[in-house]
């Protein structure tokens, strides 16, 4: 079989996986991704207290980037592989219009930002008014764009 086919049979099972797990409590999910290291569990801690405020209308379910198991949704979802400390996936997306600007839950919050690397394009305040109306979220998964040396190194 084609390589290609095989991937799209694998995305397209995960995707009917997903939706059928939505289905079953009738709310939409939210994937949480972290690492078990301090600047992402800093950054977790954060966006628990924005979850805690909507809990009741989601499935929240967390995983842990680093745990091979993961891998398969993480790619399924259009995230990095690597070099990512945290993600937060709303009922499969992650990139949401925030007025003029684009913001994409992946790499740390802007509340981060001077932690070095991976700072990403959004805030708290952004996942809120997201989890408060899902409309401004984006069909279309966008990552935001590092710099260069941003990328480097091990990723927290």
């Known amino acids: ?28 999910v939210i994937h949480v991704f972290s690492k078990n290291k301090r600047p992402s569990q800093e950054a ?13 209308y989601y499935d929240i379910r967390y995983h842990d980037i680093e745990d091979e198991a993961n891998l398969e949704l993480i790619h399924s979802l259009g995230i990095p592989s690597s070099h ?15 007025g003029d600007r684009i913001s994409s839950f992946v790499h740390f919050p802007d509340f981060m930002h001077g932690i070095g690397r991976h700072e990403g394009n959004w805030s708290i305040s952004d996942l809120e008014a ?18 260069e040396d941003e990328t480097e190194g091990d990723c927290e």
């Open 130 to 147: 997201v989890l408060q109306d899902n409309s401004l979220l984006l069909t279309e998964n966008i990552l935001p764009e590092l710099e």
């Open 44 to 56: 977790l801690k954060q966006i628990n207290a924005a979850i805690d405020k909507h809990r009741e």
């Open 84 to 98: 990512f400390p945290v993600a937060v996936v709303i009922d499969g997306k992650f990139t949401a219009q925030m």
């Open 1 to 28: 079989m084609n390589h290609a086919f095989i991937i799209l049979i694998i995305f397209v099972l995960v995707s009917l996986s997903l939706a059928l797990n939505a289905v079953g409590t009738g709310k939409l």
